[in-house]
């Protein structure tokens, strides 16, 4: 007993156990004597001398599907039928040689104790006793029904999970600060207002904004103090954050020559 048991499609005809069948069959004297009676005509070794083998894999395809109607309607937990023998197939089918052509291909089975056995039956069928409690299409729909609303629910439930899971998470984080906040008060207080962008780019790449009241404190003083300053000569923005002028000493008047007496001198 080898492979798996019949299952009824529209390709069944190609099926090679199929295509093995209708050659034991065709090969048979009381198959073909069976075929060729109504034409008064006989075989003398296959027969194909009448009719084309498509015919023969058609036929054995009806018979098929008459043995398994039959089948299907006594056949119980087990995959045999106890009181069943090779012969009764050929009775169902009404083809001479059935039975045997199926035990050539492994569908069926004849033993002493269990009858006709076939394999692996319920692979492809679900015999007549097991089909009585089967559910309705009503019922399949209804429970489809239902196990998508239940999936859509724990969806909708998972998704209120996250949204709340996000926003603790929100309210846990601390603001950030953009660097440059403080850019604008430097850049409002520093008396040479050239090149901002280039300055904003300093200010940032920096991160001076934990040094802001430092710097801004540093140019106010200059602006009051610082003799350079006082005489114009004031870099832009970009310079002075550059090389950190606010670390630099503070000049005033009194300790710097101007430079108009230096040239008198």
Not at 62 to 70: D, V
Not at 195 to 220: C, M, S, Y
Request: aromatic share 8%; glycine share 6%.
């Amino acid at each position: 007993m080898a492979g798996d048991w019949i299952k009824m499609r529209v390709n069944l005809r190609k099926h090679p156990k199929v295509i093995a069948m209708a050659r034991h069959l065709g090969g048979r004297r009381d198959f073909m004597d069976w075929w060729s009676d109504p034409v008064r005509k006989t075989c003398k070794d296959h027969v194909t001398e009448l009719v084309t083998f498509t015919n023969v894999t058609r036929v054995t395809v009806c018979g098929l599907l008459e043995a398994w109607g039959a089948i299907n309607a006594v056949i119980k937990e087990e995959d045999h039928v106890p009181y069943m023998e090779l012969i009764d197939l050929d009775d169902i089918t009404g083809i001479p040689g059935f039975g045997e052509a199926m035990e050539a291909v492994g569908w069926a089975d004849e033993h002493e104790e269990n009858g006709l056995v076939f394999s692996n039956f319920r692979e492809f069928n679900t015999p007549e006793s097991s089909r009585k409690n089967a559910k309705t299409g009503a019922e399949r729909a209804r429970e489809y029904r239902q196990r998508k609303k239940a999936e859509a629910e724990n969806n909708e439930r998972h998704e209120r999970h996250e949204t709340s899971h996000r926003e603790e998470k929100r309210r846990d984080i601390p603001p950030v600060v953009p660097q440059g906040t403080r850019f604008d008060d430097f850049w409002q207080a520093y008396p040479n207002k050239t090149g901002k962008k280039p300055a904003l780019e300093k200010w940032k790449r920096k991160k001076l904004d934990a040094l802001a009241d430092q710097i801004i404190t540093d140019v106010l003083t200059r602006i009051e103090q610082h003799k350079p300053w006082s005489d114009g000569f004031i870099p832009n923005p970009a310079t002075y954050l550059h090389q950190e002028r606010w670390t630099a000493e503070i000049q005033p008047a009194s300790a710097v020559v101007p430079i108009r007496k230096r040239n008198e001198l």
